[in-house]
Nanobody
Framework: QVQLVESGGGLVQTGGSLRLSCAASGRTFSSYIMAWFRQAPAKEREFVGKINRSGASTVYADSVKGRFTISRDNAKNTVYLQMNSLKPEDTAVYYC???????????????WGLGTQVTVSS
């Protein structure tokens, strides 16, 4: 199994930046598409973006496009979410998720982290 642990959350001001990390256990990290999701209070979980195995291709939700960047370091078994120009509406618990690469195009993910809180002050 793959275990995912997010870190880097915290309190930032509007317009600020924050970088989240997701560290994965196991020896097959490069076999997984990695994604970020978020969930605000009283809202459903929302897709943020994803990155392919090599890191050469990314997909982002329109709400974060141009502000957020996903990257990965397969040698460190880590995926990152760089968040810039943060807005109060970005406040949420952020989760990383892993999807076996053959499932590209599916909405189903195989593993989830427990999340890290991001709060953007107005």
């Amino acid at each position: 199994q793959v275990q995912l642990v997010e870190s880097g959350g915290g309190l930032v001001q509007t317009g600020g930046s924050l970088r989240l990390s997701c560290a994965a256990s196991g020896r097959t990290f490069s076999s997984y598409i990695m994604a970020w999701f978020r969930q605000a209070p009283a809202k459903e979980r929302e897709f943020v973006g994803k990155i392919n195995r090599s890191g050469a291709s990314t997909v982002y939700a329109d709400s974060v496009k141009g502000r957020f960047t996903i990257s990965r370091d397969n040698a460190k078994n880590t995926v990152y979410l760089q968040m810039n120009s943060l807005k109060p509406e970005d406040t949420a618990v952020y989760y990383c998720a892993a999807q076996f690469y053959l499932k590209w195009g599916s909405s189903e993910y195989d593993y989830w982290g427990l999340g890290t809180q991001v709060t953007v002050s107005s």
